[in-house]
């Protein structure tokens, strides 16, 4: 079976960006832990998150399937590789794209390149499946950045997901997200068929964000 996956996404959070996005990237880093720990920065700050924690899985929060060239503002993803990205996010809540801009990013990138796609529903986790990335995360767009968890707010939504992904690919990991703030949300996550969690909140609007990691990962 595969490691854990823990997804820590800094969005564009006032305490998750610059600097605070290299401090917050060493904490998470000093975390002993079994499971797979990444975090998903924003294009500014991917180089420094890097060099701030080389031994980091650093993924983007986007990127768009485009080439060398005429590309103005688009996020390339060599350019992104080249800079130490290892995977990406793509079709945030906050970020949606067409389906056709999920398969033809898979195109784009390099293989071993992790791509981990974001569904509302069950439909579109359906949808996102079968052009097989790496990970499909669950996460209804009500229940982001709020106090409690998917896992307790709709458990439903996450073992539904998990039995569509499954009833298409054997190969597509499957996450859910949205409110997750502890072990215990991360345990349930993981029982409910799971084989980790995508979460921002609980971890950049934290206090001390290194128990938070430890905590998130004391089942794992
Ligand atoms: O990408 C993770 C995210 O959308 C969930 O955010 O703040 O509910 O953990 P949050």
New binding site residues.
Partial sequence: MSRPLV?V?L?TYETAHGASAENLVKAIASVETNARMVV?VSAFDLSAVVNAAPNLEVWCQHLDPVGFGSYTGWLHPSTAVERGASGT?IN???HKVSIEHVAMLLDAVPEGFTVCA?AADIDEARALTALQPDYV?V?PPE????DISVTTADPAIVSGTAAAVREISEQVGILC????KNGADVATAIELGTIGV?????V?KATNPKEIIEDLVSSL
């Fill in positions: 997804v996404n969005k998903a996010l945030h809540a906050e974001c995360a996460e229940l982001i950045g709020g997200g949205a409110g997750v995508l979460l921002a909140s609980g950049t």
